[in-house]
């Protein structure tokens, strides 16, 4: 009987532990490649999940949003925004950085918003008590529309947690974070209209990327009637980003706590005692005696 696999795409901003996540779940069941025609490096994994299951994983290269800027970024949108690819996921786990969750978040929104499950992967959770950081994983859970894994890949902590939820995506809600038509709603409304049976988010990412949908060109699936000048494209992409890290703040503003006076780490407590409203003026003029002793004794 044939081993039930699940199609797993693991995406995230550089710098946040992303490989490191993907060495604990693949060991060193890895493979590495090219993606064809380009030199960008492919990362393939195999992970043994619970219920006899297995997962094929594809580390996809570090990318900070789906407005790429790169062939590498590039990358990430040709397979995301193409069911036909055989590399498609049946979910994606998005790595985040719990130090600079509001920054990441922008990523995992994009993705969220193609209607793809999607489980949000807060690493590097063993620096939350030194960094005075606490988190509402249920509310954070309720309104970003997702399953939370809280994972150390230093110490290999939740990876365990994580690979429960990746054999139960399916029941991840696909709702999307973001109403695409307040972007701009007369344009979107009159994309929703020209394509029905097409996922709105999708279509705005082929519109304003250099890339494919499902193997269609741009022109083919477009026309000339939805082109738009790229300052206005620009104009749209910006309004976006507010919009998103607006729906991030709110969803923050409540699921994170930042208190930097619990925080305990070297750089927090010397920051508490420089700028402390007594002791911080005593070691500014004792500093700058120092300096003022120095100068006249070299002089």
Known sequence: MAVPN????????????????????TGL????GNYPGITVEKKVGICRLPNNTKGTIVDLPGTYSLNASSIDENVVIELLLNKKDKDYPDVAVVVTDVENLKRNLLLFTQIKDLELPVILVINMSDRMIKKGISLDLPYLEEHLKTRIALVSSRKGSGIDYL???????DSISTEPCLNASSIDEKYFNSLRSAFPNQLLYKLWLVITQDANFGGIDQKQLLGTSFTKTNPELKKLQQKETVKRYQFINDV???GQTIDASKATDLRSRLDRVLTHKVFGYVIFFGILLLIFQSIFEWS
């Open 163 to 169: 690979k429960q939820l990746i054999i139960r995506y």
């Open 6 to 25: 699940i199609k797993i795409a693991l995406i995230g901003n550089p710098n946040t532990g992303k490989t490191s996540v993907f060495n604990q779940l």
């Open 29 to 32: 069941n890895q493979q590495v």
């Open 252 to 254: 923050l503003k409540t």
